[in-house]
């Protein structure tokens, strides 16, 4: 399995942007499609974006797309995820997860299908 730990988070104002990281070690991180989901208080985690393994397929919910940008760098085993134009509701712990399957598609998100998941890292926006 891969283990996964999240940085990046914090406090910003609406209209700022931030840049999460998520740096994985074990050997299956280049071989694994990588997501970033979100909760926020009192909701369920929901998908905002995945990655594929070399990083050429990208796939974002509808309510971050033009303002997320998901991206990896597998030599750094590293994959980010940068925020801009944050508004109030993207407050969320943010999750990365670790595809179950080598050849998983951007586009089935179901979270039943990433095996690892990190801590998740805060993020506030304020209005």
């Known amino acids: 399995q891969v283990q996964l730990v999240e940085s990046g988070g914090g406090l910003v104002q609406a209209g700022g942007s931030l840049r999460l990281s998520c740096a994985a070690s074990?050997?299956?991180?280049?071989?694994?499609?990588m997501g970033w989901f979100r909760q926020a208080p009192g909701k369920e985690r929901e998908f905002v974006a995945t990655?594929?393994?070399?990083?050429?397929?990208?796939y974002y919910a509808d309510s971050v797309k033009g303002r997320f940008t998901i991206s990896r760098d597998n030599a750094k085993n590293t994959v980010y995820l940068q925020m801009n134009s944050l508004k109030p509701e993207d407050t969320a712990v943010y999750y990365c997860?670790?595809?179950?399957?080598?050849?998983?598609?951007?586009?089935?998100?179901?979270?039943?299908?990433?095996?690892?998941w990190g801590q998740g890292t805060q993020v506030t926006v304020s209005s």
């Open positions: 990655i594929s393994r070399s990083g050429d397929s990208t």
């Open positions: 997860a670790a595809g179950r399957y080598p050849y998983l598609s951007t586009t089935d998100y179901r979270e039943s299908n990433f095996a690892s």
């Open positions: 074990g050997r299956t991180f280049i071989s694994s499609t």
